[in-house]
């Protein structure tokens, strides 16, 4: 597995939500595992195709036997024996079924690709959403050691106001607690930026504890416009992709379980040297024959398999018809969060404006005697819990973005080089 370093993650160079999800297609290895299984589809496609040439096979051998004439004489004669042999069976005609096999593995190899995609999507958004979580976790980190540092300066002043007689026990026990409270929060911030951290280098697919730097960005804004967003999702959704391959298959599985009711017509060729010496001359025959076979009777087993095959079919589609409506559930749980963050954002940022000109106020009055120590703590209480409600607003909208291009599959492409491609013709 490589390193971050050798992936380029360095803390020279801030790394950008494009970067991170580059570097998780190349080193997740759900995404290795899902490669293999395209490339194991493709094998699966030459195998059948193989039906369609002659299989050779070669054979050589040295016999000896014993040749007594005498049983009261224990003297024996041996004779050798040498032979060498070829053969060729080739199928002629077999009503479609290899043909029928063939295209099922080529929807089988479709299907493998996309639940590549799948893989690939499920990725980027684990990749989003834990990118978003720590610049939520830093955000609120910043928002913590600000609300120390003010609390700070606060104790600093009244410790100040005590020390000249000017203020209250009561007051000076109120600001050491408070700073207190707000230290210990700050630890707790500090440690869901660790976490973050942990998770999105988990959600890249690394396994060590690495230090790099990343930028701030933002996802791409959908219109949020249910009907249009299904209507991408129905073509481009890989998970939906995959289910109509699925299907696909399923109909050519019950094709080629009806066609093995066919006969196969089958040509055999084949010549054998034999004799005493291994040298030439020697005794040489051929073989010629055309053969038509077919099963009579297998207890019903072909009837039954058309008939399940039948039934995966009627599967297939029903799944089909049940993933979509899960996803038309999905974008309209997605598209409803996505307008209630936006709207969430607008009151949190016009709350926060108004508890900044409150807290200053009142700050203000504090510093002249004209507010209590009480009505302070309240103002920054209100002013640290409106920058929290505005870091997160701006967040939920980011994550509700995530989920949309993750329910409709836009994603970035990524290209696999030791994938192996069939020609689909």
């Known amino acids: 597995m490589p390193t971050a370093a050798e992936l380029g993650l360095t803390a020279d160079k801030a790394a950008t939500l494009a970067d991170l999800e ?10 290795r595992k899902a490669v293999n299984g395209v490339n194991m589809a493709f094998l699966a496609i030459k195998i059948k195709k193989a039906d369609f040439l ?3 096979t070669a054979s050589a051998g040295h016999s000896r036997t014993t040749r007594n004439t005498n049983k009261h004489n224990y003297d024996y004669d041996t004779v050798g024996t040498y032979n060498a042999g070829i053969n060729l069976d080739l199928m002629i005609f077999d009503f479609g079924k290899t043909n029928a096999a063939v295209k099922q593995s080529l929807e089988e190899y479709k299907e493998a690709v996309q639940n590549l ?10 990749v989003r959403t834990a990118y978003f979580a720590l610049l939520r976790a830093v955000e609120l980190d910043k928002v913590a050691k600000e609300t120390v540092e003010q609390y700070k300066e606060h104790l600093d002043h009244v410790q100040i106001k005590n020390d000249v007689g000017s203020g209250t026990p009561f007051d000076l026990t109120k600001a050491k607690v408070d700073y207190n409270n707000a230290v210990l929060k700050a630890n707790s911030t500090a440690n869901n930026v660790s976490i973050g951290w942990t998770n999105l280098v988990s959600a890249i697919g690394l396994a060590e504890s690495t230090s790099f730097s990343i930028s701030t960005a933002k996802l791409r804004e959908y219109e949020l416009n249910l009907e249009k967003l299904m209507e991408t999702a129905r073509l481009s ?3 939906l992709a995959a289910l109509l391959t699925t299907e696909n298959a399923a109909v050519l599985n019950v094709e080629k379980a009806i066609k093995d009711l066919y006969p196969s017509l089958n040509l055999n060729l084949g010549a054998v040297l034999s004799g005493h010496d291994p040298t030439l001359p020697m005794l040489w025959n051929a073989t010629g024959a055309a053969s038509l076979s077919g099963t009579l009777f297998t207890g019903g087993k072909k009837e039954n398999a058309i008939k399940l095959a039948v ?6 589609r029903a799944s089909t018809v049940a993933y979509q409506q899960e996803l038309y559930k999905k974008l309209s749980t997605a598209t409803l969060n996505a307008e ?21 106020i009142v700050n203000e009055q504090y510093n002249v005697g004209k507010a209590s120590s009480l009505e302070r703590t309240d103002a920054q209480v209100a002013l640290s819990d409106a920058k929290a409600k505005t870091v997160s607003a701006i967040y939920d909208y980011q994550d509700a973005m995530a989920l949309i291009a993750n329910l409709i599959g836009d994603f970035p492409a990524a290209e696999h080089e030791d994938i192996l491609k069939p020609e689909f013709d």
Do not use: C, H, W
Not at 311 to 316: H, T, V
Not at 340 to 360: G, H, I, M, P, R
């Open 22 to 31: 580059e570097v998780a297609l190349k080193a997740n290895p759900a995404v």
């Open 237 to 239: 959704e890989p998970g």
């Open 54 to 56: 002659p299989m050779i």
């Open 117 to 126: 995609r799948s893989v690939e999507n499920g990725v980027i958004f684990a």
């Open 340 to 360: 209630l963050a936006q709207k969430q954002l607008q009151v949190a940022q016009l709350t926060e404006s108004q508890a900044q000109e409150y807290f200053d």
């Open 311 to 316: 039934l995966q079919l009627k599967n297939a």
